[in-house]
């Protein structure tokens, strides 16, 4: 061995013990350290980000590069700081996602479309189970929605009927198709509301029908099956268009009686 290679390994020997004492000392007042690094960075807060941030601006480049190599390293690190940095700011993250809201508009609606062009299945299939495991909470905001916004719905209302006239025919067709008592009803309704007769805005498709089922559905004059429905006190004689007032009547009969009253049901009719 020359003498160079001994004073190396002296050296080398040397350097070694320095750093397991060093290491050593760490160790052992480990606490004393980190509570002095936490007070240093306390009282010098200012100066120090003043520093990093100076730091920062002089060498953006290769701290971004840093940055970017400790995240993919350290992902799950990563997710967990920033999950805790919303839990303490959580006013802030509301306050940013709306100024990127409002900022982004167009950005944020052609990523929607894009992802629903994309996932079209997927996205009705979400937006389907949501509506079925929320349906009475829907109802209900979609009521009081509805019931805050009459005005607006009945304006949209007109607008759409306009722009799609023979659509809204054909819907209408449909409707009374489906539902001629309620036809019958409203156009009995229209009847009473011009003679000023009471019970107009009250009485119900289902309450007539329900008149209709005392009587079997038959004339109530003469027992054929049921044409039309009769106000026995007729409406021109101050009738009344509630329940008890209407019956189920053949058409024959219905135009015999007309607005006669007092009625004879022996001669057909009394001349008043
Ligand atoms: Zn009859």
Redesign the pocket.
Known sequence: MTIDQVIEQTETERKAKKRARAKAYDQKHKAEKANYNKVYYQTHKATLKACHHSYYLGHIDQTRASAKAWAEDNPNRLKLTAKRWRGDNSEKCQAMHKTYENTHKEAIRARKQTYYKANRERVLAVQQAYRESHRDEINVSNRSYAQAHTKEASARMRAWRSANHDKDRANQRTWRHGHPEKVLAIAHRRRARKANARGADYTTAEMIAGRCEVWGWR?W????PMEAVDHVIPLARGGTHWPANLRP??G??NSRKGARWPYDLTRGETET
């Not at 004059?221 to 054929?224: F, M, S």
């Open positions: 004339c004059l003469c027992g054929a009547c053949c024959s009969c």
